[in-house]
């Protein structure tokens, strides 16, 4: 039973630019969601997605877009880089919009040079 | 707004001691409260969560005690071992029709000396 994947595992991109990050869903899942981890701190929350549509949104701004296809997987896309959006990119799934229980990647490191 | 703060910031255990680690939460609205382990280069794995319908929920050596009145719970982690060594976070949610986030604690690095 696959668990959680993303890619790519790291990203060095520079100020300015865009950048798109993928996320397949643990098997029997349909909900995804997003999160930023910066270097010592606990994730925080981005977004999340279900039936292919934003259902809750964290504190980032509308440079942070995202996707959820058909098939449930996932893309997180980031506009306009800026240095502080070098973080560890984690996605998380679960079964259903209201189950509580969250499963995540292994995250996509992001470095913003 | 901080909504789930964490402490001890580090911790330091002896092989065999036992480590312990709190959380305290602000939004009485918050229903759900799971414990993550995190290695380095790795994302959180789910280790053990709580509702508030229960005071103490036990998995192995760890155990969540939970204390609704004062807004607080806590991880222990009996027989602490090398292996355990890690980055832990508590985390709380609420459930919505609209969906279910988690919000996370600053995050625990503990130490376990062999």
């Known amino acids: 039973d696959a668990g959680v994947t993303q890619s790519p595992t790291h990203l060095i991109k520079t100020r300015g630019q865009q950048v798109t990050l993928r996320c397949s869903p643990k098997?029997?899942?349909?909900?995804v969601s997003w999160y930023q981890q910066a270097l010592g701190q606990g994730p925080q929350f981005i977004f999340q997605?279900?039936?292919?549509?934003?259902?809750q949104r964290g504190n980032f701004p509308d440079r942070f877009s995202g996707h959820q296809f058909p098939n449930y997987s996932s893309e997180l896309n980031v506009n306009a880089l800026l240095l502080g959006d070098s973080a560890l990119y984690l996605c998380a799934s679960s079964r259903g919009l209201v189950k509580d229980t969250q499963y995540f990647g292994p995250g996509t490191r992001l470095t913003v040079l | 707004q901080q909504q789930v703060k964490q402490s001890p910031q580090s911790l330091i255990v002896q092989k065999g001691g036992i480590s312990i680690i709190n959380c305290a939460y602000e939004n009485t609205a918050f229903d759900y409260f799971p414990w993550y382990q995190q290695f380095p280069g790795k994302g959180p794995a789910l280790l053990i969560a709580i509702r508030p319908d229960v005071s103490e929920k036990k998995e192995g050596r760890f155990t969540i005690s939970f204390n609704k009145s004062a807004k607080q719970f806590s991880l222990h982690i009996m027989d602490s071992q090398p292996g355990d060594s890690a980055t832990y976070f508590c985390a709380a949610s609420m459930r919505k029709t609209s969906g279910s986030r988690l919000t996370f604690g600053e995050g625990t690095q503990l130490t376990v000396n062999p």
């Open positions: 098997s029997g899942h349909d909900t």
């Open positions: 997605y279900y039936e292919e549509e934003e259902r």
